[in-house]
C-alpha cells in the first residue's frame, strides 16, 4: 500500500462524503435516501479496498461487498416500507 493510493481513497471518500451532504440538502427526501445510501456503499468498498487493502484477497472483499450490499438492500427496503 502505498502514500499515493492511500492520499487518492482519502480523497476519493471526501468527495463522497461531500455528495452525500450535497443531496441531503435536497427537498425529496424520497429519492435522495437512496443515493445516499448508495455513496455509503461505494465509500465502504473504498474502504475495505485500500484502507483495509482487501485488493489483493479478493474472496474476502467479494464476502464483505455482498454482505455489505444485502444489508443496504435490507435498510433500503424498510426505508421505501417506511415511507409509502
Not at 14 to 42: D, F, K, N, Q, Y
Not at 53 to 79: E, H, K, T
Amino acid at each position: 500500500m502505498t502514500h499515493r493510493n492511500l492520499t487518492v481513497a482519502w480523497l476519493m471518500l471526501l468527495g463522497l462524503s461531500l455528495g452525500a451532504a450535497w443531496l441531503s440538502e435536497a427537498l425529496l427526501l424520497r429519492l435522495v435516501a437512496p443515493s445516499i445510501l448508495l455513496l455509503t456503499l461505494i465509500k465502504s468498498w473504498v474502504i475495505l479496498s485500500y484502507y483495509l487493502d482487501l485488493r489483493a484477497v479478493l474472496i474476502w472483499r467479494r464476502g464483505f461487498i455482498l454482505s455489505l450490499s444485502l444489508f443496504f438492500m435490507v435498510i433500503l427496503a424498510l426505508y421505501l416500507v417506511a415511507t409509502s
